[in-house]
């Protein structure tokens, strides 16, 4: 389960606010990459609050509601769109909401911990933890803002761009997916610089 101890050493090393930061949607086809950055207060604890991908959607959208409805907690998630994916990549993209979740943090952050590897050209000090979201509390509630904004949004763009069952997979490339994509090939929101839409679209 995750703890406060990397957060705690941040803290012992001078820094007073740590952020945890974490994305959702690096892997669709189709979609904006979500990124969230949360600041926990010192004496946080959770029953349950764990890696989004460890936990049903029942238990992220209870999570979700008792994070972002908590005063004692600070956070903020960007949507990097479909656009913005196609024209810089989704490493860079995804780097690109990191850098302004922790900007748009108010309080601002004296330091931050980052599921995953180092951000270039990051604006705060930085400590990356591979797996971090199954470490750090602060990363796992970043974790499920991510995960839970990103699948809200899906579902109103299942009623957007109907056929491609974006409701169901969330824009991951599943076999159902793939499937409505070749028969109506890609809407507005997919990722032309992906390999399987952008194959398609040379095939049309």
């Known amino acids: 389960m995750p703890s406060l101890d990397h957060e705690k050493m941040l803290r012992a090393a001078g820094h007073p606010l740590i952020a ?36 049903t959607e029942a238990k992220r959208e209870q999570l979700y509601e008792e994070l972002t409805t908590d005063p004692r907690i600070r956070w903020h998630c960007e949507m990097i769109a479909v656009a913005d994916i196609d024209r810089i990549n989704i490493l860079q993209a995804t780097w ?70 974006f409701e169901i997979h969330k824009g991951y490339p599943t076999p159902s997916h793939q499937a409505a994509l070749k028969k109506l090939g890609p809407c507005p929101e997919h990722r032309r610089s992906f390999r399987p839409v952008a194959q398609l679209e040379l095939a049309l």
């Open 20 to 55: 945890g930061i974490d994305e959702a949607g690096r892997g669709p086809l189709a979609g904006p990459v979500s990124v969230a950055a949360v600041i926990l207060p010192p004496d946080f604890e959770h029953a349950i609050l764990n890696d989004s991908k460890k936990l």
């Open 96 to 165: 690109l909401g990191m850098r302004r979740c922790a900007l748009a943090l108010d309080p601002r952050p004296t330091a931050v911990l980052i599921d995953g590897k180092p951000v270039r050209d990051f604006p705060l000090p930085q400590v990356a933890l591979v797996k971090g979201d199954s470490l750090s509390y602060s990363i796992a509630a970043a974790s499920i803002i991510a995960k839970v904004s990103r699948d809200r949004l899906m579902l109103r763009l299942a009623e957007t761009y109907p056929g491609y069952g």
